[in-house]
């Protein structure tokens, strides 16, 4: 038989119990840096990619931005209550399947997602449902890190390319140039020709803006539907701010063609991107005025 220690009148202590909703942090670390080895050839090429492809620069910022929004909800993750969930395990199991496949039939998109499915999969495992439902909103973030495939690239970027060169055609004509359009390609009075190519297709600021949209609305929004609708913004700001770039090359190739190529282009990639997000955050103002009005 047990005997409770006593206290000093001779009444007994409550012994203290584990908590039973203690986060296993050390566990769950554990077992992600492991998913993190395994994975590692998987992230060493999806890092070089980031490096290579102008489409991705952006992704650099993916994982500072998702554990920046895991910081700020840390108390809400540590609060969850904690039940290990082992059917769970099976999602870790399909991550490594897929991992596999993807390595085996050349298919980057599968083995990279893998990794985000595997590292969420080892977390419902160990804590549970309600802490993965806390990170629902990390993980999808996280699916930017990931260059989308090229067959829905092609199917993406095409429509973009069509708008950019109809868009940019109109606002030629419309300031007085007229042009000549073939498809694509934009011939200007002087004999200069503008191609739009996918590149001008608008696909990367779309899928950056897209990016920064779900994350500024996280930090910076409370109300579901106003993070819905910037994030829906995001497509008509992108095309129109492409549409203005491809009128703005094709005046400056109708009166300066030396500056409207390499860096001078390059810049001016990046100034319309500026803008787009200047027209994200007048656009978020402008909701938030409606608010204090009404």
């Known amino acids: 038989m047990s005997v409770s220690p006593l206290d000093a009148q001779g009444g007994t202590v409550a012994t203290t ?17 492991l998913v993190v080895i395994l994975f590692l050839p998987v992230l060493s090429d999806l890092v070089k990619q980031w490096f290579n492809d102008e489409n991705m620069g952006y992704a650099f910022f993916v994982p500072i931005v998702v554990a920046y929004i895991i910081w700020l909800d840390k108390d809400r993750i540590m609060q969850a209550p904690v039940k290990p969930c082992w059917p769970a395990l099976f999602l870790v199991a399909w ?12 298919v980057s998109f599968f083995s990279r997602t893998a990794f985000i499915v595997t590292m969420a999969g080892v977390v419902w495992t160990i804590a549970g449902t309600a802490v993965i439902r806390t990170l629902l909103f990390p993980i999808v973030l996280s699916f930017f890190m990931v260059p989308i495939p090229l067959y829905v690239y092609q199917r993406m970027t095409l429509p973009l390319q069509s708008l950019a060169s109809n868009f940019g055609a109109i606002g030629l004509s419309a300031i007085g140039i007229p042009v000549a359009q073939d498809g694509n390609v934009l011939t200007l009075p002087d ?15 779309l899928l950056s803006l897209t990016f920064l949209s779900m994350a500024y609305g996280r930090l910076f929004e409370t109300r579901k539907w106003v993070r819905i609708v910037l994030l829906l913004a995001t497509v008509p ?22 500056i409207a190529e390499g860096a ?6 990046w100034v319309i991107f500026m ?15 409606r608010r204090s009005d009404a």
């Open 17 to 33: 119990a584990p908590s039973q909703n203690e986060l296993p942090l050390p566990a769950i670390f554990f077992f992600l840096a």
């Open 95 to 106: 991550g490594f399947i897929q991992m596999l496949f993807g390595l085996l039939g050349a």
């Open 191 to 205: 004999g200069h020709s503008l191609d739009v190519v996918e590149a001008c297709s608008g696909i990367r600021s």
């Open 237 to 258: 700001i992108a095309i129109f701010c492409n549409a203005a770039r491809i009128t703005l090359t094709g005046i400056l190739t109708e009166y300066k063609p030396e």
């Open 264 to 269: 001078y282009h390059a810049f001016e990639g």
């Open 275 to 289: 803008f787009e997000l200047m027209c994200l955050l007048g656009f978020h103002k402008l909701l938030s005025r």
